[in-house]
């Protein structure tokens, strides 16, 4: 079961900055926070993933509170084009077929971002 | 380069047919990953390859084979599907198990 709870759905005025609330109250010290998104129909891109510390990247940033059972993807400048799911994932630990340790990302029901214009 | 590429974009078959889904990856990846999508829902793990050696395996029905052949090539043989087995298939690869994964843009499949 996915670890995570986001809103199902928010909008933003396009321009504005988008900011994507994530619940994970139950990671592990260990667990990294991966944000993805999804346009219609389209393959889940990768925007960012950290651990404790508030990340940024071309895309976005990513602000993870300091007990970490919560973070905050942020899109500075919206546009129509970042109309989408997003999903956060926390990234857990799974035992593979060879007894080694791994991890893997099972991801949640999202949030529906519409950027109006 | 983050190029996952997929083939075909869209394939539509019957109960009785064999078919396969083929993906690619040319970015030194050894770990790839197959996921099923069904209309309005989240992706979800079918098949993971690490090393070209089956890794993980999400109690999926013996209809859907996978396949490593290298390490730059992941396909899923399907056969006797069924109509529900209709969704959107997602190849991904990473650098390593766990890593960040990279997505292709799917096959969308229709069994009749």
């Known amino acids: 079961d996915a670890k995570t709870t986001q809103p199902p759905s928010m909008d933003c005025a396009e321009g504005r900055a988008a900011n994507l609330p994530c619940n994970h109250s139950?990671?592990?010290?260990?667990?990294?926070v991966y944000w993805y998104r999804q346009i219609h129909s389209q393959g889940p891109q990768y925007i960012i993933h950290?651990?404790?510390n508030n990340e940024t990247n071309e895309m976005a940033s990513l602000i993870i509170t300091e007990d970490r059972k919560s973070s905050t993807l942020i899109l500075p400048h919206a546009t129509l084009r970042d109309t989408a799911v997003y999903y956060c994932?926390?990234?857990?630990?799974?035992?593979?077929?060879?007894?080694?340790?791994?991890?893997?990302?099972?991801f949640g029901k999202g949030t529906k971002l519409s950027v109006i214009p | 380069d983050t190029e996952v590429t997929q083939t075909p974009k869209h394939l539509v078959m019957g109960m009785t047919n064999k078919k396969s889904l083929k993906c690619e990856q040319h970015?030194?990846?050894?770990?790839m990953y197959w996921y099923k999508q069904k209309a309005k829902k989240p992706p979800e793990l079918m098949f993971v390859y690490s090393y070209e050696k089956l890794s993980i395996n999400e109690s999926v029905p013996s209809r859907f084979s996978p396949e490593c052949p290298n390490s730059s090539l992941l396909n899923l043989h399907l056969h006797a599907l069924q109509p529900e087995d209709s969704a959107l298939y997602l190849c991904?690869?990473?650098?390593?198990?766990?890593?960040?994964?990279?997505f292709g843009p799917g096959t969308r499949l229709l069994v009749l």
């Open positions: 991904a690869s990473s650098r390593w198990q766990g890593e960040t994964q990279y």
């Open positions: 950290g651990l404790k």
């Open positions: 994932i926390v990234r857990v630990a799974v035992r593979a077929y060879s007894g080694a340790g791994s991890y893997q990302l099972t």
């Open positions: 970015m030194g990846h050894r770990a």
């Open positions: 139950t990671i592990s010290g260990n667990e990294y």
